[in-house]
């Protein structure tokens, strides 16, 4: 059975255990206890418990035992003080705590076949207003132009637990070009100008750097008026619009008090916390993005934030995100059109999501049961997430 986490793969019948495309050295051993941690994931092991599944109840020293974690842990990267694959619970045991996506009946969760042997190119264009951004290739077929949601890195996005099955998965389908939006990531971080009308301009820049004639469109969260925005000028050369988790209104053009004060308080958490692993502001943010992450995803997602931009341009880029206002450019967006939201999204309010749908003309709305704004790969959601997407790219 193949089990994914992270860039890994491991495969119980060929007992291979992959990074990408490369072999990962493990000795039998290891590998038959990094088997037993991963089958066993929803509880915590004892030492007994591994004693007696890889060793047979021989007697082994603590030392041994310790040794062969720690062998298991090297072989994915981790370390007693990370522990971000797996975790020792003091006088407990072990638990394995890395994302798993596994095969289930005869199809993945996150993936057609094993994880990918693809390596993604980084490029560099430039704005006509002079900005530098990156963006990224991948894959190969029919190509998907994936909108810059809210701050993107496209090098440490692509190794991301909470992206990298998504990404992986459209690699597979597509070529996926995805790009960093000026302010973030390896674009130019020092620009004097950040507003939706930049947005799109990253948006244009990217799509002719990269030689698009006709594309599909991703558009996650502020993505999505982006998107919405250019395919309203150029229906020609979009094929498909795929909206995820997106609105036309930010939050202060949505005529709600309490959305304003919503948008306030996502202000003032990022000004007080942004620069500080350990501020309980920053935790907070993040966990409204995630709310049933693992506490290794959430930690992932608010350090990959914090490597992205500065608190200054996280605020310009929340700001100009929440005066976004597309709603008279819905009507007349003329390409086929699906949109995903999720039922209890704490960001994007579903209606938002209702609203796109039902003011664009002939759009399909899905919704999926998840409380997270960013889709996590294994939740209930996601192979219905999947299923509607590869369904919709195939018409």
């Given at each position: 059975?193949?089990y994914?986490f992270?860039?890994?793969a491991?495969?119980?019948g060929?007992?291979e ?6 072999l ?7 590998f ?5 941690l991963?089958e066993n994931?929803d509880?915590?092991v004892?030492k007994g418990?591994?004693?007696a599944?890889?060793w047979g109840g021989?007697?082994v ?10 062998a298991?842990?090297?072989?994915l990267g ?5 522990q971000?694959m797996v ?5 407990k ?7 798993v996506?596994?095969?289930d009946a005869?199809?993945?969760?996150s ?6 042997a693809q390596?993604?190119e980084i ?5 006509a207003d002079?900005?530098r951004?990156?963006?990224a290739?991948v894959?190969?077929?029919p ?6 949601n809210?701050?993107t890195?496209?090098e440490?996005?692509?190794e991301?637990?909470v992206?990298?099955?998504?990404l992986?998965w459209?690699?597979?389908k597509a070529?996926l070009v ?5 302010g973030?990531g390896?674009?130019?971080r ?5 507003t939706?009308?930049d ?5 244009e820049s ?14 996650i969260s502020?993505g ?5 925005d250019?395919?309203?000028r150029?229906p020609?050369?979009v094929s ?10 930010g939050r ?5 008090a309490e959305?304003?004060?919503k948008?306030h308080?996502f ?6 916390g942004?620069?500080?692993e ?6 907070a943010f ?5 709310p049933s ?9 608010a ?13 310009r880029?929340r700001?100009a995100?929440d005066?976004?206002?597309?709603m008279p450019?819905?009507p007349?967006?003329?390409?086929p059109t699906?949109v995903l ?6 960001v ?6 209702r ?5 664009i003309p002939?759009?399909?709305f ?8 960013v889709?996590?790969?294994?939740e ?5 997430f999947?299923?509607e997407?590869d369904?919709?790219?195939s018409?």
């Open positions: 059975m193949p994914h992270g860039p890994y491991l495969d119980t060929t007992r255990l992959r990074r990408g495309a490369d990962v050295a493990i000795e039998p051993q290891v038959d206890l990094l088997v037993f991963i994931r509880r915590v004892s418990d591994l004693i599944a890889v021989r007697i020293s603590d030392s041994t035992l310790d040794s062969r974690i720690n298991v842990r090297k072989a981790d370390s007693g003080r990370k971000a975790r020792t619970i003091p006088r045991g072990f638990r394995f705590v890395g994302a996506r596994q095969a005869g199809k993945d969760l993936f057609d076949h094993p994880a990918p390596k993604q490029s560099f264009c430039r704005t002079g900005i951004l990156a963006y290739t894959g190969s077929g190509p998907v132009l994936k909108a810059a809210w701050l890195h496209v440490y996005d692509w991301s637990p992206w990298t099955p998504l992986q459209l690699a597979q070529l995805r790009y960093d939006g000026r973030n390896l674009s130019d020092d620009v004097q100008s950040i939706f009308a947005f799109v301009r990253d948006f990217v799509a002719e750097a990269a030689r698009l004639d006709r594309f599909a469109i991703l558009g502020q999505a008026a982006v998107a919405i250019y395919v309203v150029h020609e050369r498909k619009l795929i909206l995820l988790g997106g609105y036309a209104q202060n053009k949505r005529s709600s959305e304003q004060e948008a308080t202000i003032a958490m990022m000004r007080h942004w620069g500080d350990h501020s309980a502001f920053m935790r993040v966990s409204i993005f995630l992450g693992s506490p290794e995803q959430i930690k992932w997602f350090d990959l934030q914090r490597m992205t931009t500065s608190a200054e341009n996280a605020v880029i700001l995100c005066d976004i206002d597309v450019l819905l007349h967006v003329q390409v699906l939201h999720c039922r209890h999204d704490n994007v309010p579903l209606e938002q999501g609203l796109l749908a039902a003011s002939h759009a399909r899905v919704t999926l049961e998840s409380e997270n704004h889709l996590l790969a294994g209930p959601a996601w192979a219905k999947l299923d997407v369904a919709f790219l018409e």
